[in-house]
């Protein structure tokens, strides 16, 4: 795919660069002073011990190169190994001491938001542990603050920093698209609901907004699985709904830390014992992980029960029961998030098994799964990008193909997006489903009633 | 001359253990007083554990999927650090230098196998400096520093080495060694040799955040 | 909060047979209680797309397509909104407003219930609606709406067209605060938490006047000051606003543009004034992780370590209740001491004038209890509204559904 020439030269991948209006014209109004003091403030004041470590410790062994996605996908070309994505944005950076060009700063934007998906499996293969996504948040930490982060991902933030969710959804855009849902789901289940605001329910279902805006049948099946397993459930009618957030990958922690907050005060307005969330990888590290810690809260307050983790429960109570098993065979992706980032890959086999007859792995698999190339905001920032995101993922591309699966399982927004693209830029001749598409096709619809 | 020796065989070691030893404590203890002051939220994620077991499970020779995928380099890597600290430790003329100054004394090794092993170190770095050259993910990182750092843990090997076989100008190369082997242990704290002590802060951390947190094994 | 001397507080138990409606319709909705608990109502089905209010067994005259937000208003009453044809309104007790729209959602109403509002969209642009008059000014989207007892709103509008994925328009900042409907001539980029003063004249929000700064104003002046970021701020009095503001990560409260208290927390928010306006409360967090209450800036002895949700003055402002939550189960504390019930849930406590008395409703196992002063005094509940204390504090009023039977229950302390 490239020629050993040229990589080694600046230009990362035989894609043409797009240009980004909000890249650009953000860095036209840089001042030589106005970067150098975001950049020393960023490295100076707001990291610590963890970062100079990590930046004093690396011994460059290239270990983790073959780590990265983006590394094997791009016939080895170092540019692209974690450690010289730091070598070329943060250890310039300290050596200049904040003195850097707006040339030095597109190239910058560029690595950390479009050629590394955070997906932290580097740090799985430095003997150090080193976390380089940490540092590529950084980056992107700094660019957010110079503005300089690509539009469309901003446009997200923008969206949550106004509206508390990611697509610009209106407050009666939200209630009118769950009673819109509930009224067709009650074609199978008469009296079904999808009760707003129930204070004092168990469950409190949450979902990202790309549910509402395009896919809303995602809640509608959520919304039959609920029913149909007798759950106390409700959802919440304000904002706060919305467990997704952008704002964690642009560096804008006080954005990403409003929109955590709202969400698990919402929870405890209506006074549930737990949150279920639907099948999302980036929003489930930022209720877990992330956005809890800028507010304090060491782990989320309420228990965060990921669509994988709640599918099992379901199953194995017998709560849900399947009518018969879905026949085609099937291999499913481990997001980032949820397995690496939650161990929850174990759980997920036990119902991709329970669900389908014929189930094939992909290797590697669980912890040292590929990412999907569009986690860690890779994909929301946009169309432009597509091309090279394609590019930078041949490696899951081979990883899925040689599965001879018909069904792509993916159970994330995110890498089910990504590996959408992925089929059919490399035409696979797969489908891609949600685990949850699965269980709605295979389930019996019938009300669970408990043993007497 | 025999004066200049004097000093280097004995004040400088002990300036230089001390500057060892005391660097490594004085590191440790800035960074943990700097954790608690800029980053203690650090001390609510790390677990003796997680830390253990990612330590552990990493000290078990080629059983992360990362040296798997690295053999050769781990494990001359793996037994380069072993020999590193085995060979100046157990080597019987250093032992009897210290036996001289404390009257303790420990088994040595056999002279000649200490000879093989030393060459074994010397292989290993020279193995280290071609890899920086040949491969290319790992040229694209190394910088001059590299190829110093590489240098610095040369010189009392190889110079041990001849010093041993007194081949040439013996006491120059003596001396040399004794120098360089100081040298390496006062810079050990204030290098990148200082992975010594940050590894395993780095990896105890990493490994709690995946043990405690993501639940997920990071190996 | 307290109970009116002119509601029944002699009887002691008043029954409504609930679970009869669930056979008497096809479906029966969570149900919703008045507040001096003379009335049980839910949103009941009656055939396809049609849906009533049932108020203790009677339903509403109007048959609609859809009603949700069931809310009980003034002391007996119960409001919703409520579709007919595709078009929305709010209905008090069965009798509808006059102005109907495309959609209405945020149910406000003031304490007495004299006074309802809600946001409104018709023809794509929003507002809001007091009293069935709705603004007169619309705009293209609206947030945070807010209503005063005296009927005075205000809520975030877009004053500006923004094109999709347009960060530049973004950025030079396309909202502003619309009070009663007309909007304020100053745009920020956000625009967070709006307050009012007891008297409804006095306005305060949170602002983000850049990508990283954050601000705020106070009738019409924006601080001088910039922080990191901003929480909801309060009046202290028609002359005082108070917020918690981020300066180098760490939370202070600061009070007409100047610290007002001295110490900086990991956390600081729920400012909650005692009804005087003498004692100043927030929920904080010192150390990292832990959670206490801090009042006038002394924090209290005791630390949590997951969350406080919530937390409550009595009247004379004597006693303080944080709802909290510690290892995994949820407690109440009052005046520092811990109640120590382990509950899977504890709701919105109630607390007679002086203080004294407690009265809180909790799930433990999947039922409802109430307990007052520590004591279980009622338990087996399937469900409870918050309960009641009599303004002598003699008395709690139980509000709850027990083998299906509603049940409004005297208690005496």
Same mark, same amino acid.
Request: aromatic share 12%.
């Given at each position: 795919?490239?020629?050993?020439?040229?990589?080694?030269?600046?230009?990362?991948?035989?894609?043409?660069?797009?240009?980004?209006?909000?890249?650009?014209?953000?860095?036209?109004?840089?001042?030589?002073?106005?970067?150098?003091?975001?950049?020393?403030?960023?490295?100076?004041?707001?990291?610590?011990?963890?970062?100079?470590?990590?930046?004093?410790?690396?011994?460059?062994?290239?270990?983790?190169?073959?780590?990265?996605?983006?590394?094997?996908?791009?016939?080895?070309?170092?540019?692209?190994?974690?450690?010289?994505?730091?070598?070329?944005?943060?250890?310039?950076?300290?050596?200049?001491?904040?003195?850097?060009?707006?040339?030095?700063?597109?190239?910058?934007?560029?690595?950390?938001?479009?050629?590394?998906?955070?997906?932290?499996?580097?740090?799985?293969?430095?003997?150090?542990?080193?976390?380089?996504?940490?540092?590529?948040?950084?980056?992107?930490?700094?660019?957010?603050?110079?503005?300089?982060?690509?539009?469309?991902?901003?446009?997200?933030?923008?969206?949550?920093?106004?509206?508390?969710?990611?697509?610009?959804?209106?407050?009666?855009?939200?209630?009118?698209?769950?009673?819109?849902?509930?009224?067709?789901?009650?074609?199978?289940?008469?009296?079904?609901?999808?009760?707003?605001?129930?204070?004092?329910?168990?469950?409190?279902?949450?979902?990202?907004?790309?549910?509402?805006?395009?896919?809303?049948?995602?809640?509608?099946?959520?919304?039959?699985?609920?029913?149909?397993?007798?759950?106390?459930?409700?959802?919440?009618?304000?904002?706060?709904?919305?467990?997704?957030?952008?704002?964690?990958?642009?560096?804008?922690?006080?954005?990403?830390?409003?929109?955590?907050?709202?969400?698990?005060?919402?929870?405890?307005? #209506?006074?549930?014992? $737990? %949150?279920?969330?639907? !099948?999302?990888?980036?929003?489930?590290?930022?209720?877990? &992980?992330?956005? +809890?810690?800028?507010?304090?809260?060491?782990?989320?307050?309420?228990?965060?029960?990921?669509?994988?983790?709640?599918?099992?429960?379901? #199953?194995?109570?017998? $709560? %849900?029961?399947?009518? !018969?098993?879905?026949?085609?065979?099937?291999?499913?992706? &481990?997001?980032? +998030?949820?397995?690496?980032?939650?161990?929850?890959?174990?759980?997920?086999?036990?119902?991709?098994?329970?669900?389908?007859?014929?189930?094939?792995?992909?290797?590697?698999?669980?912890?040292?799964?590929?990412?999907?190339?569009?986690?860690?905001?890779?994909?929301?920032?946009?169309?432009?990008?597509?091309?090279?995101?394609?590019?930078?993922?041949?490696?899951?591309?081979?990883?899925?193909?040689?599965?001879?699966?018909?069904?792509?399982?993916?159970?994330?927004?995110?890498?089910?997006?990504?590996?959408?693209?992925?089929?059919?830029?490399?035409?696979?001749?797969?489908?891609?489903?949600?685990?949850?598409?699965?269980?709605?096709?295979?389930?019996?619809?019938?009300?669970?009633?408990?043993?007497? | 001359?025999?004066?200049?020796?004097?000093?280097?065989?004995?004040?400088?070691?002990?300036?230089?253990?001390?500057?060892?030893?005391?660097?490594?404590?004085?590191?440790?203890?800035?960074?943990?007083?700097?954790?608690?002051?800029?980053?203690?939220?650090?001390?609510?994620?790390?677990?003796?554990?997680?830390?253990?077991?990612?330590?552990?499970?990493?000290?078990?020779?080629?059983?992360?999927?990362?040296?798997?995928?690295?053999?050769?380099?781990?494990?001359?890597?793996?037994?380069?650090?072993?020999?590193?600290?085995?060979?100046?430790?157990?080597?019987?003329?250093?032992?009897?230098?210290?036996?001289?100054?404390?009257?303790?004394?420990?088994?040595?090794?056999?002279?000649?196998?200490?000879?093989?092993?030393?060459?074994?170190?010397?292989?290993?770095?020279?193995?280290?400096?071609?890899?920086?050259?040949?491969?290319?993910?790992?040229?694209?990182?190394?910088?001059?520093?590299?190829?110093?750092?590489?240098?610095?843990?040369?010189?009392?090997?190889?110079?041990?080495?001849?010093?041993?076989?007194?081949?040439?100008?013996?006491?120059?190369?003596?001396?040399?060694?004794?120098?360089?082997?100081?040298?390496?242990?006062?810079?050990?704290?204030?290098?990148?040799?200082?992975?010594?002590?940050?590894?395993?802060?780095?990896?105890?951390?990493?490994?709690?955040?995946?043990?405690?947190?993501?639940?997920?094994?990071?190996? | 909060?307290?109970?009116?001397?002119?509601?029944?507080?002699?009887?002691?138990?008043?029954?409504?047979?609930?679970?009869?409606?669930?056979?008497?319709?096809?479906?029966?909705?969570?149900?919703?209680?008045?507040?001096?608990?003379?009335?049980?109502?839910?949103?009941?089905?009656?055939?396809?797309?049609?849906?009533?209010?049932?108020?203790?067994?009677?339903?509403?005259?109007?048959?609609?397509?859809?009603?949700?937000?069931?809310?009980?208003?003034?002391?007996?009453?119960?409001?919703?909104?409520?579709?007919?044809?595709?078009?929305?309104?709010?209905?008090?007790?069965?009798?509808?407003?006059?102005?109907?729209?495309?959609?209405?959602?945020?149910?406000?109403?003031?304490?007495?219930?004299?006074?309802?509002?809600?946001?409104?969209?018709?023809?794509?642009?929003?507002?809001?609606?007091?009293?069935?008059?709705?603004?007169?000014?619309?705009?293209?989207?609206?947030?945070?709406?807010?209503?005063?007892?005296?009927?005075?709103?205000?809520?975030?509008?877009?004053?500006?067209?923004?094109?999709?994925?347009?960060?530049?328009?973004?950025?030079?900042?396309?909202?502003?605060?619309?009070?009663?409907?007309?909007?304020?001539?100053?745009?920020?980029?956000?625009?967070?938490?709006?307050?009012?003063?007891?008297?409804?004249?006095?306005?305060?929000?949170?602002?983000?006047?850049?990508?990283?700064?954050?601000?705020?104003?106070?009738?019409?002046?924006?601080?001088?000051?910039?922080?990191?970021?901003?929480?909801?701020?309060?009046?202290?009095?028609?002359?005082?606003?108070?917020?918690?503001?981020?300066?180098?990560?760490?939370?202070?409260?600061?009070?007409?543009?100047?610290?007002?208290?001295?110490?900086?927390?990991?956390?600081?928010?729920?400012?909650?004034?005692?009804?005087?306006?003498?004692?100043?409360?927030?929920?904080?967090?010192?150390?990292?992780?832990?959670?206490?209450?801090?009042?006038?800036?002394?924090?209290?002895?005791?630390?949590?370590?997951?969350?406080?949700?919530?937390?409550?003055?009595?009247?004379?402002?004597?006693?303080?209740?944080?709802?909290?939550?510690?290892?995994?189960?949820?407690?109440?504390?009052?005046?520092?001491?811990?109640?120590?019930?382990?509950?899977?849930?504890?709701?919105?406590?109630?607390?007679?004038?002086?203080?004294?008395?407690?009265?809180?409703?909790?799930?433990?196992?999947?039922?409802?209890?109430?307990?007052?002063?520590?004591?279980?005094?009622?338990?087996?509940?399937?469900?409870?509204?918050?309960?009641?204390?009599?303004?002598?504090?003699?008395?709690?009023?139980?509000?709850?559904?027990?083998?299906?039977?509603?049940?409004?229950?005297?208690?005496?302390?």
């Amino acid at each position: 795919m490239q020629t050993k020439e040229n990589a080694m030269t600046d230009t990362p991948s035989a894609v043409e660069k797009p240009t980004d209006p909000a890249i650009e014209s953000g860095l036209e109004r840089l001042t030589p002073e106005r970067i150098r003091q975001v950049i020393q403030q960023v490295l100076k004041k707001e990291t610590g011990p963890r970062f100079k470590a990590y930046v004093e410790t690396c011994m460059r062994c290239g270990l983790c190169a073959d780590a990265c996605s983006y590394f094997l996908s791009n016939d080895r070309d170092p540019q692209f190994m974690p450690a010289a994505k730091v070598k070329n944005t943060v250890w310039q950076m300290l050596k200049k001491d904040g003195n850097v060009s707006r040339d030095f700063l597109r190239r910058a934007v560029r690595i950390s938001h479009l050629e590394c998906n955070a997906c932290k499996r580097c740090a799985m293969y430095c003997p150090f542990g080193i976390d380089i996504a940490y540092m590529m948040l950084l980056v992107r930490r700094i660019c957010h603050k110079l503005e300089i982060t690509p539009q469309y991902i901003q446009d997200t933030v923008n969206s949550h920093s106004v509206t508390l969710n990611q697509m610009w959804v209106k407050d009666d855009e939200w209630i009118d698209t769950l009673q819109w849902q509930e009224e067709d789901a009650r074609d199978e289940f008469e009296d079904l609901q999808i009760p707003l605001d129930k204070v004092g329910a168990d469950i409190m279902y949450s979902v990202i907004a790309p549910e509402p805006k395009f896919q809303a049948g995602l809640i509608y099946q959520a919304a039959t699985m609920m029913h149909a397993a007798g759950m106390d459930w409700t959802m919440p009618s304000s904002p706060g709904w919305d467990n997704s957030n952008m704002a964690m990958y642009t560096g804008d922690n006080e954005i990403s830390g409003r929109i955590a907050r709202k969400f698990f005060e919402t929870a405890a307005k #209506l006074r549930v014992k $737990r %949150i279920v969330m639907g !099948e999302c990888g980036h929003a489930f590290r930022s209720v877990y &992980d992330m956005g +809890n810690r800028w507010n304090s809260w060491v782990m989320p307050p309420f228990e965060v029960v990921h669509a994988l983790a709640f599918y099992h429960e379901l #199953l194995t109570q017998g $709560r %849900i029961t399947i009518k !018969e098993k879905y026949k085609k065979k099937v291999t499913l992706h &481990d997001p980032c +998030n949820v397995s690496r980032g939650r161990g929850l890959h174990d759980k997920a086999r036990e119902v991709v098994n329970l669900v389908c007859k014929d189930f094939v792995e992909m290797t590697p698999n669980r912890e040292h799964n590929y990412c999907c190339g569009a986690g860690g905001g890779v994909i929301n920032c946009g169309p432009p990008y597509k091309g090279e995101r394609m590019v930078n993922n041949r490696v899951k591309a081979e990883q899925l193909a040689a599965t001879g699966a018909e069904v792509l399982i993916a159970p994330c927004h995110n890498c089910h997006s990504g590996l959408e693209d992925i089929i059919q830029h490399y035409d696979l001749k797969m489908e891609i489903k949600f685990l949850g598409d699965l269980i709605y096709e295979t389930m019996e619809k019938k009300i669970y009633e408990p043993e007497a | 001359m025999n004066s200049f020796i004097a000093f280097i065989m004995g004040p400088m070691v002990w300036i230089s253990v001390i500057i060892f030893l005391g660097g490594l404590i004085f590191k440790l203890v800035g960074i943990l007083g700097a954790v608690r002051q800029k980053e203690p939220y650090i001390y609510s994620y790390v677990t003796l554990k997680h830390s253990l077991r990612s330590i552990g499970a990493w000290l078990i020779p080629f059983f992360p999927r990362s040296a798997r995928l690295s053999p050769v380099y781990y494990g001359i890597s793996y037994l380069f650090h072993i020999l590193l600290f085995l060979v100046p430790l157990f080597l019987a003329s250093h032992i009897v230098l210290i036996n001289e100054a404390f009257q303790i004394s420990w088994p040595a090794l056999n002279d000649s196998v200490a000879d093989v092993l030393t060459l074994g170190v010397i292989a290993a770095l020279i193995f280290f400096a071609v890899r920086r050259i040949r491969v290319p993910e790992v040229k694209y990182l190394t910088g001059a520093m590299d190829y110093l750092l590489i240098l610095v843990v040369l010189l009392p090997f190889l110079t041990g080495f001849l010093a041993y076989h007194q081949w040439v100008a013996y006491q120059w190369i003596t001396v040399i060694h004794i120098l360089s082997g100081e040298l390496m242990l006062i810079i050990i704290p204030f290098s990148r040799f200082s992975h010594m002590l940050n590894a395993p802060l780095t990896r105890a951390y990493m490994g709690s955040e995946f043990g405690h947190v993501r639940q997920a094994r990071d190996w | 909060m307290n109970g009116k001397t002119s509601w029944d507080w002699e009887t002691e138990l008043k029954e409504v047979p609930f679970d009869e409606w669930k056979t008497r319709f096809n479906w029966v909705q969570a149900p919703q209680v008045s507040q001096n608990g003379e009335n049980i109502a839910a949103v009941v089905n009656l055939d396809d797309m049609a849906f009533s209010v049932c108020v203790n067994g009677k339903i509403w005259e109007g048959e609609y397509e859809k009603i949700w937000s069931l809310t009980p208003v003034s002391d007996s009453g119960f409001a919703a909104f409520v579709a007919r044809d595709e078009e929305w309104t709010l209905s008090v007790n069965g009798q509808e407003w006059t102005h109907w729209c495309d959609f209405i959602w945020q149910m406000m109403k003031s304490q007495d219930g004299r006074v309802l509002g809600a946001a409104f969209q018709s023809d794509s642009e929003y507002g809001v609606i007091v009293n069935d008059t709705p603004w007169e000014d619309r705009y293209e989207n609206l947030t945070g709406a807010v209503m005063t007892a005296n009927g005075t709103s205000a809520a975030v509008v877009q004053v500006a067209s923004m094109p999709g994925a347009d960060v530049e328009a973004f950025r030079k900042g396309v909202f502003s605060v619309a009070c009663n409907g007309i909007p304020e001539d100053r745009r920020f980029l956000n625009i967070w938490d709006i307050s009012f003063d007891s008297a409804g004249r006095q306005i305060g929000y949170g602002v983000r006047t850049d990508r990283e700064t954050y601000g705020i104003v106070q009738n019409d002046t924006l601080w001088e000051n910039r922080f990191e970021s901003v929480w909801k701020p309060e009046f202290l009095d028609e002359n005082s606003l108070l917020a918690p503001v981020r300066i180098n990560g760490k939370w202070q409260l600061y009070k007409n543009d100047a610290p007002f208290w001295k110490r900086r927390y990991d956390q600081l928010w729920h400012l909650t004034l005692s009804p005087d306006g003498k004692d100043v409360a927030a929920i904080v967090s010192t150390p990292y992780g832990r959670w206490s209450v801090a009042v006038n800036d002394t924090v209290w002895d005791v630390t949590w370590d997951t969350m406080i949700s919530d937390i409550h003055f009595s009247k004379d402002g004597s006693s303080l209740a944080a709802v909290y939550k510690h290892k995994d189960v949820w407690d109440l504390a009052v005046n520092q001491t811990s109640w120590e019930m382990a509950a899977d849930m504890v709701f919105v406590p109630c607390m007679s004038p002086d203080g004294r008395v407690v009265a809180v409703v909790i799930q433990k196992q999947g039922q409802y209890q109430l307990v007052v002063n520590k004591k279980t005094v009622a338990s087996g509940f399937s469900f409870m509204a918050d309960p009641v204390i009599s303004s002598d504090g003699s008395k709690v009023l139980l509000k709850g559904i027990e083998n299906g039977i509603y049940k409004r229950r005297i208690i005496r302390v």
